[in-house]
Nanobody, 112 residues
Framework: QVQLVESGGGLVQPGGSLRLSCATS????????MNWARQAPGKGLEWVAE????????TYAASVAGRFTISRDNSKDTLYLQMNSLKSEDTAVYYC?????RGQGTQVTVAS
């Protein structure tokens, strides 16, 4: 079955950076479009970024464009999200997704 395991979250100061990883198994990762989504406290799920199967094309939510970079390593069946210039409003649980199927999430807290 599809398994998605996120890691790399934590507490970071505003302006800082984090790199999230998502280890996957149970499906053909290299032929799957992947995305990241997040859920802030008290809010609904927000799509963040998506990447094509080859890792050559990505799209981003306006709220993160220019600060976040989605990438993938098909040799390792792993998805990444590099987050720079973090803001307090980026605080959320971040989920790796294959379509609408998601992992357990990793908490990112941006605070001083």
């Amino acid at each position: 079955q599809v398994q998605l395991v996120e890691s790399g979250g934590g507490l970071v100061q505003p302006g800082g950076s984090l790199r999230l990883s998502c280890a996957t198994s149970g499906f053909f990762f290299s032929s799957s479009v992947m995305n990241w989504a997040r859920q802030a406290p008290g809010k609904g799920l927000e799509w963040v970024a998506e990447i094509n199967t080859e890792g050559t094309f990505a799209t981003y939510a306006a709220s993160v464009a220019g600060r976040f970079t989605i990438s993938r390593d098909n040799s390792k069946d792993t998805l990444y999200l590099q987050m720079n210039s973090l803001k307090s409003e980026d605080t959320a649980v971040y989920y790796c997704r294959k379509g609408l199927t998601r992992g357990q999430g990793t908490q990112v807290t941006v605070a001083s």
